[in-house]
């Protein structure tokens, strides 16, 4: 999800095929069994450095998103590095060229699109460093700079799948929301809701563009608009990590609480803050860790076994996509889909091949 706010920008950028971590994890696995079990012992992974560039670390998501790496990769004795993007392409270039500059093993970009890194992206190939794209499909057309991979949600798929649910959930129920056409990290979500809408004879009854340069007013504006000329109930489709902060209070000050059900990407911390606090909330989720896993496990089977990196079409997917109420999340859960019981799946996966680290390392 990218986001960009006022004076720090936010470029939010959020967020398929079918497969899921286990053929990575089976493959790196697999492919140095037999050095292992020939050496009478398990083996130590070669040292990696990873760079990340966030598109900006102002995104809560992001930041679990990166936990989620630096835990992954704890146990194998990877370092994770990161440079913050800010929101702003240029920076994302510096931070780019700077882990070039460093010869770190691989490049890692969470919600950047691709076409904010067109030199880091020139400068890694010459140098052979892999760059790979963590948490979200990327621009059209971009797919081929990213030499080590794609290991995200399909962020137009991911829409699609949020309107299959309201089709079936919110019939007859006028749909309103936001958009980003400056911003493929948004409106790629909102390319995905529109096209399934046209396959199931829906639309947007109001559909409305907001301004990138100042987004959070640009958001603010454009929704008191659209409940003004849409009373009674409606379903609203946001595609910002940060939009229900934003908007939950117009939708109070409004006085619409009971009639407007907003529906968002992902389960970040404040958004279940309000949805336990009673605000009429849904999010549409996904099992978003597995791309941390397959991300790893392609790197490791990478330095270990010089395996070629998956395809796209392995690697990009929306595992577990469902959209769902606060009263679905298991007690006292603070995400749907909880990142440790996973972790330590790996772990154990990973240690029948590989000495490991000991790492307390975790994330939600």
Not at 8 to 24: D, M, P, Q, R
Not at 158 to 170: I, M, R, S
């Amino acid at each position: 999800m990218l986001l960009t706010v006022g004076a720090t920008v936010l470029v939010v950028a959020a967020c398929g095929s079918s497969s899921s971590s286990s053929s990575s994890t089976a493959a790196a696995s697999s492919g140095s069994a037999s050095s292992s079990n020939a050496s009478s012992g398990l083996k130590t992974p070669k040292p990696q450095t990873i760079g990340v560039i966030p598109s900006t670390a102002s995104s809560e998501n992001l930041g679990i998103w990166i936990a989620q790496l630096k835990a992954a990769a704890a146990p194998l004795g990877y370092k994770v590095i990161v440079c913050d993007g800010a929101g702003v392409p240029t920076t994302m270039e510096r931070c780019g060229q700077s882990f070039v500059t460093q010869k770190v093993n691989a490049i890692v970009t969470m919600a950047l699109g691709g076409p904010e890194i067109p030199t880091t992206f020139a400068q890694a190939k010459a140098a052979g460093i892999p760059v790979m794209a963590e948490g979200t499909s990327v621009t059209p057309g971009y797919e081929k700079n990213y030499t080590g991979g794609i290991y995200g949600d399909n962020i137009v798929t991911h829409g699609a799948d949020t309107v299959t649910y309201v089709a079936k959930h919110f019939k007859g129920v006028p749909i309103i929301g936001d958009q980003l056409t400056a911003n493929y990290g948004g409106q790629g979500y909102v390319n995905g809701e529109l096209a399934q809408m046209k396959k199931l004879g829906l639309k947007f009854t109001d559909l409305r563009d907001t301004n990138l340069a100042d987004l959070v007013n640009s958001i603010k504006s454009t929704i008191q608009a659209e409940l003004q000329a849409h009373p009674g109930k409606v379903v609203l489709l946001t595609y910002n990590d940060i939009d229900p902060s934003i908007l939950q209070p117009v939708i109070q000050q409004a006085g619409r609480s009971k009639d407007v059900t907003e529906i968002v990407r992902y389960d970040d911390p404040t958004t279940v803050k309000l949805m336990r606090a009673g605000d009429n909330i849904l999010v549409a989720d996904t099992k978003q860790y597995v791309h941390i896993f397959d991300l790893v496990n392609a790197l490791l089977n990478h330095a270990e076994n010089n395996a070629p990196f998956p395809p796209i079409s392995q690697t990009v997917y929306n595992p577990g996509s469902t959209v769902v109420a606060i009263g679905q999340f298991g007690k006292g859960a603070t995400r749907y889909y909880p990142f440790p019981p996973a972790l330590t799946a790996q772990k154990a996966t990973w240690a029948k091949t590989y000495n490991l680290q000991s790492s307390s390392a975790t994330a939600p």
